[in-house]
């Protein structure tokens, strides 16, 4: 096969596997002190102190939670539908993770004299030409649909209104969001003329490269991506399907152990992903000054604290305001960024 | 290799395609439709062809099957055993046959598979699948796209005034 090059195969597998488990260590780690991490700013943010009792400054906190998760009882409903019930949470959890087999977390590193890009789903030839999916934003967005299933069945296989209830609500959100984040990326497109994101990388090189400064249309249509995203991903001010004071916790509210952790993880993933996107579409990916594998990383965690900043600062909107603010707001300001990023194109080229 | 991975996908996509006609749960069998898109984008992959494969996945998978679940969900649809008459299983198959042997007429028979197109693999991986598409989509086939278009503005224009009582 050509794909291979003049790299031997076992190589080849080699430098898969071992990329595929570096992002997957890198998510889970991620997501386990992502936990820790918003409970102990929001903690700051509000004057406590936050988890400080499970090992030097409660850094041991995430282990501590993943084992009593992982010893409670598991509980199914007896009126639960058991097939859609126990496939709900792997549904969440899964296109969650996925996502980070296009998004490219470095620069192409040489070991042995073969060129390795840091993407999973990426390899380089003879010549040194990298070749990645050719797809790699619509197959983001095609995994960011697919997680709303996982809300679906949950929210109906566990028999409970309030599960139905929240299910409803998420997905309501998740596909009424999805519509202008989709559109924002457009924005992205048109200036990159690619939808790999090896390509569109490698436009976003040198600080004023990155897209988000390109155009002052580029700019709204990042705040607004990243905004919608966070819609996307249920987290706050969004978090509507979770709204414990009229929902008890929604979709997860019959879900314990393990199942309950998943959705937990879901979350979390989803917000290292999405953050991650936003890095690589319009925050330069890994270009910056640092090595490139920790400008990427500390993108993404910066963003992540603006997520965490954000759920300590706004109180949740109501169900009115957000479908008002989903529809009548960000879908017109897109389309109207669309048009925008055309014009300012053809004028200043 | 490549030849081992299709079969696995076939046969999946075979299995799930019966489940979705054999299952009594109409969710589970949403389900499985849904499995079979993804088979079918996994085929349309191979085919080099990645494009159709993440609009398959986002139109089919993320889109038209969530407003089924949603339906079936909404409207509480129970399981529909016994519903099933011997006619109607009689005619399922008989079309299906039918529709078997038009597809192997066609591909054997047929002038359909000496004819060969402009677009091979080295022309997809130097120029791109997308590019492919939105170039000849605007160039040779710009009328059916444009009249496509305005079939979708009638059908949004269709839903919004059936479901705004109050306009």
């Given at each position: ?14 430098a ?13 780690l ?8 918003e ?18 400054i409660?850094?041991?906190q ?8 992982f ?19 792997l549904?969440?959890?899964v ?36 070749y990645?999916?050719n797809?790699g934003?619509?197959?983001?967005l095609?995994?960011?649909?697919l ?7 949950a929210?109906?296989?566990s ?31 048109m200036?990159s ?6 390509a ?5 090189s ?9 155009n ?18 249920n ?7 979770e ?41 330069g990916?890994?270009?910056?000054p ?19 900043w ?7 909107y ?32 | 290799?490549?030849?081992l991975f ?19 749960n ?77 597809t192997?007429?066609l ?6 598979s000496?004819?060969?197109g402009?677009v ?13 598409i ?27 005034v ?6």
């Open positions: 096969m050509d794909i291979f090059g003049d790299i031997p195969w076992y190589i080849y597998f080699a898969m596997i071992l990329k595929v488990l570096v992002a997957f260590v890198f998510v889970l991620t997501v386990a002190y992502a936990t820790y991490a409970r102990k700013l929001i903690g700051f943010m509000q004057v406590r102190i936050g988890p400080n009792r499970t090992g030097p409660g850094l041991l995430p282990i501590a939670d993943g084992i009593k998760l010893f409670k009882e598991e509980i199914i409903p007896a009126q639960a539908s058991k097939f859609a019930f126990v496939l709900a949470p549904v969440a959890l296109p969650a993770f996925i996502s980070f087999a296009v998004i490219p977390f470095g620069d192409s590193i040489q070991i042995a004299g073969y060129k390795f890009p840091l993407q999973i789903a990426a390899y380089a030839d003879k010549a040194g030409t990298v990645d999916l797809i934003v619509l197959y983001i095609a995994m960011a649909s997680g709303v299933y996982g809300i679906v069945l929210g109906w296989s028999n409970s209104k309030y599960s139905l209830l929240g299910g409803l609500r998420a997905s309501a959100q998740m596909i009424s969001y999805e519509l202008a984040a989709g559109l924002a990326i457009v924005c992205v497109f200036v003329q690619s939808l790999s994101l090896q569109i990388v490698a436009d976003q040198g600080l004023f490269g990155w897209y988000i400064f390109r002052p249309f580029l700019f709204v249509a990042g705040i607004i991506f990243f905004i919608c995203s966070l819609a996307e991903i987290r706050t001010p969004f978090d509507l399907p709204a414990e004071t009229e929902l008890v916790s929604g979709f997860c509210t019959e879900y314990s152990s393990m199942k309950y952790a998943m959705f937990f993880m879901a979350e979390y993933a989803n917000m290292v992903t999405v953050c991650a996107v936003m890095t690589t579409l319009f925050l990916g890994w270009h910056g640092l090595p490139s594998v920790l400008n990427f990383i500390a993108k993404v965690y910066v963003l992540m604290f603006v997520c965490m954000i759920r300590a600062t706004y109180p949740r109501r169900y009115d305001q957000l479908m008002k603010l989903g529809w009548k707001v960000f879908l017109p300001i897109t389309l109207f960024l669309i048009m925008g990023n055309a014009i300012w194109m053809t004028l200043f080229k | 290799m490549e030849t299709f079969l696995i996908v076939a046969a999946i996509a075979v299995i799930c395609s019966l489940m979705v006609v054999t299952n009594k109409p969710i589970n069998s949403a389900l499985s439709l849904i499995m079979t898109f993804f088979c079918l984008a996994t085929l349309y992959v191979m085919l080099e062809a990645p494009f159709m494969a993440a609009i398959q996945v986002i139109v089919y998978a993320g889109a038209i099957m969530v407003l089924i679940v949603f339906v079936i969900m909404l409207l509480n649809i129970k399981s529909e055993a016994g519903r099933r008459t011997s006619h109607a299983l009689f005619m399922g198959i008989s079309v299906g046959l039918l529709l078997l042997v038009q192997w007429y591909l054997v028979k047929s002038s359909l000496s004819v060969r402009t091979d693999s080295a022309m997809i991986s130097k120029v791109g699948h997308t590019e492919l939105g170039k000849s989509l605007f160039t040779d086939f710009l009328l059916p796209f444009e009249i496509t278009s305005i079939l979708l503005l009638v059908a949004i224009v269709g839903a919004v059936l479901s705004k009582k109050k306009l």
